[in-house]
């Protein structure tokens, strides 16, 4: 714990973590908008299909 560059260390470990969790809770928000947004599109289509 004597290095000098223990801090920098650190720091660099923290603000990888924060951008990688920062990425997944965006990518996990997105996931789910598209989830409802296909959902929606499913339901819209469901009754042009039954006109022939």
Known sequence: MSDPHWGF???AYVVA???VGGMT???ALD???LK???SK????NATRD???
């Open 25 to 27: 809770v965006k990518i």
């Open 31 to 33: 996931y789910r908008a």
């Open 41 to 44: 599109m499913a339901g819209a």
């Open 17 to 19: 973590f924060v951008v």
């Open 50 to 52: 039954d006109v022939p």
């Open 9 to 11: 260390i650190v720091a």
């Open 36 to 38: 409802l947004a296909l």
